[in-house]
């Protein structure tokens, strides 16, 4: 196989977090409290003054059976506060409910996200239509707390939950032939209001894309929750990618459907405006939008009186561990 296995020393647990926190918080997981996370009470949020104001949620039984063992703080980042909850779930971009930073929070609760079926075909030896479930079931649950910047400039700290897209691409077995991992959104008109106006450019559904190679990276996740509980609709529940060090409209939401191809898929922003959006997408302050500097950044949350910008780092901060990707590649020409 062409397909190299993730080392996961390559990154996880290298960065470590205040310890006491995490200590803390899996006693308190192990502990009687732990009966409310699993009655869909985000008991996170109350052992941790990082998970302030999280919203209970009913989850699925198999993500707080998943909940319970999972591996907190497997990624970290250090000396950067997580994002407060109510704003990484108000300020959105989820153009399928509107172009407003605002709609996808006013919006996504009509989509309905159980039963939610995820087509997988091309290159592959395993194709078929998977759940959820299906799709992580034997993978651990790992908490990801990563850097997520926007082509917008503006950035926020995001503790996901999520297994590495690396083991779910290898129970599917991808062929030899399979070059590229083409994403696709649903595109369910009546419980998407952004897709009834006749405004949007986009050329539904939503579509995303890797190499193989960076899709088989250990960085690279596939979401199903965030801030300790099931993901809120407007972050693309029920499952959607995370690629940390390319910019955040790589992240897909709301995945229905992944295909393995050969030749590299067109992608929703990359067609719409070539000029300004590539299919690479890496976060890289030496190279511009052709309207705005890519070089530093609005880390939310932000006011008009103290708008918090900080320097962008070379892919996100993620340069040692994915550098490599790019070898004599002109990420001028490749942005
Ligand atoms: N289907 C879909 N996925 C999407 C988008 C979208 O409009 N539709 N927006 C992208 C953009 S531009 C960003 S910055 C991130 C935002 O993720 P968040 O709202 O969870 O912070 O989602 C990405 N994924
Ligand atoms: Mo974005």
Known sequence: M????????????????PEALYLNRRRFMQGAAFSAAAAGL???AQADPRYAGVEPANAPVWFDE???????????VKNEAITPYP????????????PDKGDPARHASQLVTEPWVVTVDGEVAKPGKYSIEDLVSDAALEERIYRLRCVEAWSMVIPWLGVSLADLIS????????KYVRFETLARPEQMPGMR??????????????????????????AVGMYGRVLPNQNGAPMRLVVPWKYGFKSIKSIVRISFVREQPATTWESMAPQEYGFYANVNPNVSHPRWSQA????????LFSPNVRETQMFNGYKEE??????GMDLRKNY
């Open 296 to 303: 530093r950044e609005r880390r939310l949350p932000g006011s």
């Open 87 to 98: 704003d990484a779930t108000h300020y959105n971009n989820f153009y399928e409910f509107g």
């Open 197 to 222: 106006t006749g405004f949007s450019l986009i050329d539904w559904p939503y579509v995303e894309g890797l190499r193989m190679d960076e899709a088989m990276h250990p960085l690279s996740l596939i």
């Open 322 to 327: 994915v550098a490599h990707l790019y070898t």
């Open 171 to 178: 129970r599917l077995e991808p062929t030899t032939d399979a």
């Open 42 to 44: 985000p008991a996170i």
């Open 66 to 76: 998943k909940l319970r063992q999972a591996n907190w703080g497997a990624v970290t």
């Open 2 to 17: 062409l397909i190299r296995t993730p080392r996961r020393s390559d990154c996880l647990e290298s960065e470590v977090t």
